[in-house]
């Protein structure tokens, strides 16, 4: 089941998991059986033509840099998010800011699968690795639990035409009960 994850819900150690607090919930509903299409694909320079794993991997790294800088520039948000969630994430990322952590590390992504797929819309999941992660709290290090921090992720991306890049209009992720293992093992 996918569910929302608000920053006001988690301890300072689910602030490693900084994206996954502006989730959307897919209301409620179990998601959609894979069929699985996997990609893995080089970067590309022109956003309108990187595809939806490219776009949602480019958020990442740049939500990670901000993250790193302790959330100094939250303007990446405008370059892959709808409107709407921006300014949410833009919201979270400055109550971030005041709690004074800084999170380091490395994520990884894998077992990229289309679960839906349109010319303007499309729905990937994935798996979002963040055990990687180290966070500090003005200049100490705190402890964290890194293993809920592999989970499966489902993101809706749109766009207006082929001309547009996609644009991230959902994040959400299934409950830590749903292992990346397990989603993606069929």
């Known amino acids: 089941m996918i569910r929302q994850r608000t920053l006001t819900t988690l301890a300072l150690a689910s602030l490693l998991a900084l994206p996954l607090a502006a989730c959307t919930s897919s209301n409620g509903e179990e998601g959609p059986t894979t069929t699985a299409t996997s990609q893995e694909a080089p970067p590309t320079a022109n956003p309108a033509d ?3 794993q490219e776009r949602i991997t480019a958020y990442f790294d740049a939500s990670d840099a901000a993250a790193a800088d302790g959330w100094k520039d939250t303007s990446y948000a405008d370059d892959f998010l709808v409107p709407e969630l921006a300014e949410k994430q833009k919201t979270d990322d400055a109550e971030r800011a005041e709690s004074g952590a800084i999170i380091t590390g490395e994520r990884k992504l894998s077992d990229w699968t289309i679960t839906e797929e349109g010319d303007t ?3 990937v ?3 979002d690795d963040g055990t990687g992660f180290e966070a500090t709290k003005d200049g100490e290090p705190v402890d964290i639990n890194n293993a ?3 989970v499966v992720g489902q993101f809706k ?3 207006e035409s082929a001309s547009e890049p996609w ?7 299934y409950d830590e009960e749903t292992t990346c293992d397990a989603h993606f093992a069929g």
């Open 167 to 173: 644009m991230i209009q959902q994040k959400g992720y």
């Open 148 to 150: 809920s921090l592999k």
């Open 157 to 159: 991306l749109v766009r």
């Open 50 to 52: 990187a595809t939806p």
């Open 125 to 127: 999941e994935f798996c």
């Open 121 to 123: 819309a499309t729905t």
